[in-house]
């Protein structure tokens, strides 16, 4: 089981950037492909990235492809989300999880209270 504790959020002007941390304990961190995904007022839960076990292989949803990087530091039980070029429909409540395997978009365990980011127009 992995614990996951999210932070880095907060309030940004369109075109801003953000740099999210997510922590985890528990000793299956290192094994799990690791996502980011985000939830809007009124929307779903949506997928944004995941990256592979070793950190070197990625993949993203269309709408952050280009401005999102996903990262990962095994040593830290830590895994990154940079946010470069943010606008207003990328406000969300920000979560980590593991996916199921790598290329999936499916979350596999518990989640953690998030991270709000607040994009200004």
């Known amino acids: 089981q992995v614990q996951l504790v999210e932070s880095g959020g907060g309030l940004v002007q369109a075109g801003g950037s953000l740099r999210l941390s997510c922590m985890a304990s528990?000793?299956?961190?290192?094994?799990?492909?690791m996502g980011w995904f985000r939830q809007a007022p009124g929307k779903e839960r949506e997928f944004v990235a995941a990256i592979s076990v070793n950190g070197y292989n990625t993949y993203y949803a269309d709408s952050v492809k280009g401005r999102f990087t996903i990262s990962r530091d095994n040593a830290k039980n830590t895994v990154y989300l940079q946010m470069n070029s943010l606008k207003p429909e990328d406000a969300a409540v920000y979560y980590c999880?593991?996916?199921?395997?790598?290329?999936?978009?499916?979350?596999?365990?518990?989640w953690g209270q998030g991270t709000q980011v607040t994009v200004s127009s």
């Open positions: 999880n593991g996916v199921t395997s790598y290329g999936s978009r499916q979350p596999r365990g518990d």
């Open positions: 528990g000793r299956f961190f290192s094994t799990y492909t």
